[in-house]
């Protein structure tokens, strides 16, 4: 199954598992987000075309990363004029994972949300030894010693 969706004025082609960059979103990295705006939705046998959009069709997809674009050199010259400018523009993107095409009104899977959930709690435990460490004062770092001043060389 595939569903065409618009986001930040362009328009993908996506199906499941796919790994698409879209303008900027702003949702963390481990996130579920959904797509409303589904222009077409279909599969090989037959597809279904929106008028704009689909009623009842969404698209959840899961942050992967916030990243940026290559950068884009703008130069701007005029002959003869001695003008030159020279500007550069990297685009803020999100990288998404589209995990699911939704129809008839349907919710996502909390699949991603618990997955994110469990990163967040397992974290390593402090030792008996970590905090020992950290109540003990730390050893001084040696300071240079004093330079000695050079002794002038004598006139002969």
Known sequence: M????KTGGKQYRVAA???????????E???????TDVLMVGDDAAQTAGTPL?????????????TRAKKVVVFKKKRRKDYRRTLGHKQHLTVLRITEILTD????????????????EVKPAATAADEAAAETPKAEAKKPAARKPRAKKSEE
């Open 2 to 5: 595939f569903a065409v969706v």
């Open 17 to 27: 598992n796919d790994i698409i960059a879209v303008e900027k979103l702003e949702a």
């Open 29 to 35: 990295p481990g996130a579920t987000v959904e797509l």
């Open 54 to 66: 689909v009623a009842g069709a969404t698209v959840a997809a899961e942050v992967v990363k916030q």
């Open 105 to 120: 009104g349907k919710k996502p899977t909390k699949r991603a949300a618990a997955k994110a959930e469990t990163k967040a």
